[in-house]
């Protein structure tokens, strides 16, 4: 039976249902001239999308997001079917975050697209006026992945549409699917089709639209690619953000609550199936509660129900494919093997379906274990204790990886201060994930995680260039640092310096008095 979408003689893809292995749809895959194209046709559109005023693209996504409000049910059991995910999860963590991204873009972009007056300080550029403007790139290229394949395709190409750019996104080739009906609903809201494509097929398409004309590329993905993606992008000098994979940290301290912190370790180590770059990839948990903990969270597992998604009452649905399922098995594997102990789970449930595997608990995991060390997207909850608060931070930065961390305590100041000392793009105190759903707050990594942020301004930022645009005042009259120069021109600004920064008041007089003639100065070319 077929369990990933896969190129059948290098000109289609087959969509499946990660859960049952059914195939959802055959695609045709997009050549390199299909992108090329493409990206042409997003240029020729950009240019009046750019002129059209930003009140005009908020209305646009005003109505996405009335449709999507209106048509949640349909976009969520896709999501459900093509991505494997439970059916709360594709309303909770897709559709909803979604929506909110849309609200967010709706009240801020007319305030950010604002012009921005830049005061000069310098008493030298007191004639002029000065102001940013943020200007879109023209087309951004967007590659994003399986696991929310709609809530980061969706969340870019919002942001580059109402900052005036063209979008040119190209999906994983697992859920291309979930792409199409992201692109139906925009264009269902008034956006020309030229200015949002979908283009479709594995990696070789993805490489072909960072050798397009883009302008700018956002990738969400695995650092291997990332690296990759990078190293095209370096070729063209193409300005790029990465979102890349996490091995995120939970602390436990120990005035946290046990029953809390295991619930929380629970979500962030099971939603999605663990298939989140922000999922609870280690967890590390204060002596005094190592085994009450592992106790909870135990008791805990063996409630959780796995299974197809499709129905309210499934908390774990399959992984995407069997490579991912295979690399969850080998870190169990290598775990239990360097002496890890295995708590629950730790098989596949070929009972279920295809791609299942049994939310597993490991205790005394340690660093020389590929678990602790490499990503490991799968329902896996990683254990260890610690004694110190210093020993927690230090196992918590001790990874290649930077993207999120949470800590667990019923002290606020504690769990802030400990925030500070964390290398990650977010640290949570008292949950996980849900940053991600926060459409405020920037989201990146720190380390191999990534460079650049999405979600809330920092966001938005990365989908204008900023342009400074300078008057100058006087038109008529020549400006003092001009050519002419000579000795009394030295002289006179070394006055001027004096009078500037000099540190006594002396000093600032005898220099206002020697750069008295600027003005005036002659010899002037
Ligand atoms: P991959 O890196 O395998 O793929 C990401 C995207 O890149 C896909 O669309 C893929 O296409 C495409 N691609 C593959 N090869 C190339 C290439 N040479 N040039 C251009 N594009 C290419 O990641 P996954 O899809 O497996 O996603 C999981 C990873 O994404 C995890 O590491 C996870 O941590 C990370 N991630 C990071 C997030 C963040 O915000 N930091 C959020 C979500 C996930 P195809 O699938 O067709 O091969």
């Known amino acids: 039976m077929a369990t990933e979408a896969r190129v059948v003689g290098n000109s289609t893809i087959v969509s499946t249902n990660p859960a049952t292995g059914e195939v959802l749809a055959e695609l045709a895959c997009a050549s390199s001239s299909d992108v090329q194209a493409a990206v042409l046709r997003a240029k020729q559109a950009q240019p009046a999308w750019e002129a059209t005023p930003p009140r005009e693209r908020v209305a646009v996504l005003r109505r996405f997001q009335r449709l999507l409000c209106e048509q949640r049910d349909q976009v969520a059991d896709l999501i459900c079917r093509e991505a494997g995910k439970p059916a709360v999860e594709a309303l909770t963590t897709e559709v909803l975050v979604i929506l909110d991204a849309a609200e967010f873009c709706i009240h801020n972009a007319h305030d950010f697209l604002r012009e921005e007056p830049l005061p000069h300080a310098n008493l030298a550029m007191k004639t002029k006026r000065g102001k940013l403007l943020r200007e879109p790139f023209g087309v951004i290229g967007i590659i994003s992945p399986w696991n929310y394949p709609f809530s980061i395709a969706a969340t870019e190409t919002l942001g580059a549409l109402v900052t005036g750019n063209a979008v040119v996104l190209k999906p994983s080739e697992f859920t291309p699917l979930i792409a199409l009906e992201l692109q139906r609903l925009l264009l269902a809201a008034g956006v020309n089709p030229d200015l949002m494509q979908v283009v479709i097929g594995e990696g070789p398409t993805g490489a072909a639209l960072i050798e397009s004309p883009i302008d700018k590329l956002i990738f969400t993905g695995s650092v291997a690619t990332g690296k990759r993606v990078a190293e095209a992008a370096a070729r063209k000098l193409l300005p790029v953000v990465l979102e890349l994979g996490g091995k995120d940290p939970m602390i436990v301290l120990d005035d946290a609550d046990v029953e809390i912190a295991s619930s929380g370790a629970l979500w962030g180590a099971f939603m999605n199936a663990g298939q989140t770059c922000l999922s609870v990839e280690r967890c590390y948990v204060h002596r005094s509660l190592y085994e009450n903990f592992l106790e909870a969270c135990s008791n805990k597992i063996a409630k959780l129900r796995v299974g197809n998604g499709i129905g309210s009452e499934v908390e774990v649905g399959p992984l ?49 274990m590929r678990i602790i060390r490499e990503e490991t997207f799968g329902p896996v909850l990683p254990v260890a204790p610690f004694d110190t608060d210093d020993e927690a931070i230090r196992l918590a930065n001790d990874s290649d990886f930077g993207l ?111 750069s008295a003639g600027l003005l005036r100065r002659g010899n002037r070319i």
Not at 324 to 340: K, M, N, P, Y
Not at 482 to 500: A, H, P, S, T, V
């Open 404 to 514: 999120a961390a949470s800590v667990w305590t019923t002290n606020r100041r504690r769990g802030e201060a400990m925030a500070k000392q964390i290398k990650a793009g977010t640290v949570m105190i008292n949950d996980v994930i849900s940053c991600f759903g926060i459409a405020e707050a920037p989201h990146g990594g720190f380390k191999l995680s990534g460079i650049g942020r999405t979600h809330g301004k920092m966001g938005l930022a990365e989908m204008v260039q900023v342009k400074n645009v300078d008057t100058d005042l006087l038109p008529g009259m020549p400006k003092v640092w001009w050519f002419g120069y000579g000795e009394q021109f030295r002289q006179q600004m070394n006055g001027f310096i004096d009078l500037l920064f000099a540190r006594s008041w002396g000093k600032k007089l005898k220099g206002a008095l020697r």
């Open 320 to 368: 995407i494919h069997e490579r991912q399922l295979r690399i969850v098995d080998e870190h169990v594997r290598d775990a239990v093997i360097h002496g890890a102990r295995l708590l629950q789970g730790g098989k596949r449930l070929t009972e279920l379906g295809p791609n299942f595997y049994a939310p597993t608990l490991l205790a005394d995991v340690t660093r020389d």
